[in-house]
């Protein structure tokens, strides 16, 4: 500041020597208009207003060093208080004019810091309304998962009282049926058409029996069994199973194993269950013979959401019809069946995927692009049972 | 040839009727056949069968009450029972014992070789 009032105060000295050695008074004295401005712009009102009665001073002494001659001694002074007043009216011009330009300056920035603060709040909201959507979809989700699973149970429960109430009531007559087709087989048949009748009453009886079974399996699950298996020799051990089938049928197995998979903890009895229905499916669907692909690779792209642990995945590829889009999810729902009467329980698959399913894993069937269907289980690693 | 006595417990008369007849054809076996449940105990005292057949599903009186009584029974305590039940598939039963007591269970409809060969097995325990 001291500078500043120095820098100022020798302009005047300045203005006034002009003023002296010109003599040109009133038209030289808006020159101190100059160091005046400058004052009050750069440092406010007091500064303004003390280089303004210097000035006016400093008017006045170079008009006493002049010698003017006034018609009256009080003119001088007049002419340096009108002077001065002007200079000071300037000043408080000028002052005002800084001020209203400071104060719209602290508004801009007030505003601008509270526009920033709205700006961060509405950033931060914005963020929180999306994380808040992230967990209504998550919730959403969950939600769909339980509905699913309340309905699965439900159904469950439902097929489970069917189920014993079919078994009771279908098995008993059955019973009678089957022992007296047995009592008419130990007898001398009259002919061989008798006799043909008689087996065919029984594998009538062994058929529907074998129905109730498959639903009795499915109605009431076992607990699982688990045990550390090497997934392919569970597969070969199912394709032991349906050799014949595979045979009767022209169909030829490829294997694509991947001998580096880790051991997968499983009830090796009922995985054997799931291959055994698969390949029998993939059979039927072919009935003039084909190929069956058996693939195992080890999972590597994570399922969205992201969270999914390492897992094992298994692809079995027929070569066969493939299935219609629109049917790709009910082929799992329980009685479904696309396959002629007697041909199909319409559970095959549905006990395919729960099994996978209390095994923790998952099953999806899809229609390849070579043609033909591709059944893909995933087993995770670590595996946990699902109630 | 000693004639081994079977009491047969299952209220469907059909599946009491024919398991007699067959069993019996084939000689070896004398067969009393019960529909009732309740009625069990009480043939089973007069009756002494060597082996009973016993229904597990049945109205009212269910196969393990009656087993229960049977096996209170000082006189009937040794018999052996093989339950026949529609509840469970041939896999689950496949000739094993299952459940507490070691007891038999053969899945309805039974096969009538199975049968005839599972009675053999605990008659002669």
Redesign the interface.
Known sequence: MPVIAGLLLGLVAAVGWIDYSTGLELSVSLLYLIPIALGTWVAGRSMGNLIAIVSAGVWLGADFLERHSYGHCFLPVWNTLTLAISFLVVVALLASLREANEGLEQTVARRTKALQAENAERRRTESELLHTLDDVRQTHAELKRTQFQLIEAAKTESVGRLAAGVAHEVKNPLMTLSLGADYFLHREAENPDEAQLIQDMKEAVRRASNVINVLLDYARPRPLQRTTEDIHSVIENSLALVRHRLNRQHVIVVRQFDMTLPPLLLDRTRIEQVFVNLFVNAIQAMASGGTITVRTFASTQRASGGDSPAGVIIEVDDTGGGIIPENADKVFEPFFTTKPAGEGTGLGLAIVRRIVEIHGGSVRLSNRKEGGARVTLRFNTEAKEQP | MITKRILVV?D?P??T???K??LE??GGYDVFAENHATNALTAARIFRPDLILLDV?MPGFDGGDVAARLRSDPLLRDTPIIF?T???????TDGHEMLSGAETFL??????GELKKTVEDHIRR
């Open positions: 299952d469907e059909g599946v009727r024919n398991l007849l067959n054809s084939g599903m026949l529609a509840l469970v598939s041939n896999e689950e899945a309805k409809p039974v096969d009538i």
